[in-house]
């Protein structure tokens, strides 16, 4: 079993994932197809996360999958993304692999064009989940557009580009039952919880 580092800063995020073998093994095998911008994201950290908050082994094998994302807007055929499923497969056998091109899912999305991994991640439903490693020349990365402390502090909330897809953000959340997998999870289901006005009205009593 891999020692889990404290975890308070997206640095210590980073050494989690080099720390632990399997989860590196995993970013080591992304580097090694070359592409551009291209990332692990999603549940592979938000999922290794939790489970460390909650006192849990980490355990690769129970992600349902594994989502790479990279940005090359000069290739978004569907058909190279299952080429480069099988590619990871034939490394890593037994890792259910997703491969996403983000240069072309802001269409299903509804958004505008994404200008980078980076910037798709930001649209990602939930400020915990929209976080993404990789592994550059052996050194991990880590980004997250909304900071990690959401994510660390172990609550749900909306990412700010669902304001208007609340619906589509509520739907998602109850149908991953996280809950009854981290039971110490806040889960913000409305928009004025998840933001709520600059003054309450407790703010405005006069004592």
């Known amino acids: ?22 989860l590196h093994a995993l970013l080591l095998h992304v580097e090694s197809l070359g592409l551009p911008d291209c990332w692990i994201g999603a549940g592979f950290i938000r999922n290794t996360v939790w489970d460390v908050l909650h006192e849990r082994e980490i355990d690769v ?22 080429d480069l499923e099988d590619r990871l497969r034939e490394t890593a056998p037994g890792v259910i ?42 050194k991990i990365d880590v980004v997250a557009p909304h900071g990690v402390k959401d994510l660390l ?34 889960l913000l289901m409305t928009w004025g919880e998840a933001y709520p006005a600059p003054h309450s009205s407790f703010d405005r009593i006069e004592t």
């Open 1 to 22: 079993m891999n020692p889990a580092p404290p975890l308070r800063t997206i640095a210590d995020i980073e050494r989690l994932l080099e720390a632990h073998a399997d």
């Open 61 to 82: 094998s129970r992600l349902n999958d594994v989502d790479v994302i990279l940005f090359d807007a000069s290739d978004t055929r569907r058909e190279r993304e299952s």
């Open 153 to 186: 502090n172990l609550i749900v909330r909306p990412a700010p580009a669902f304001e208007r897809k609340m619906a589509v953000y509520r739907e998602r959340v109850l149908s991953k039952h996280w809950s009854a997998r981290w039971p110490k999870l806040t």
């Open 97 to 138: 692999w997703s491969v996403k091109n983000q240069a072309r899912m802001h269409r299903r999305n509804g958004d505008a064009p994404y200008r980078d991994t980076f910037e798709a991640v930001a649209h990602w439903a939930e400020t915990a989940t929209a976080i993404a490693a990789r592994s550059l020349r052996g």
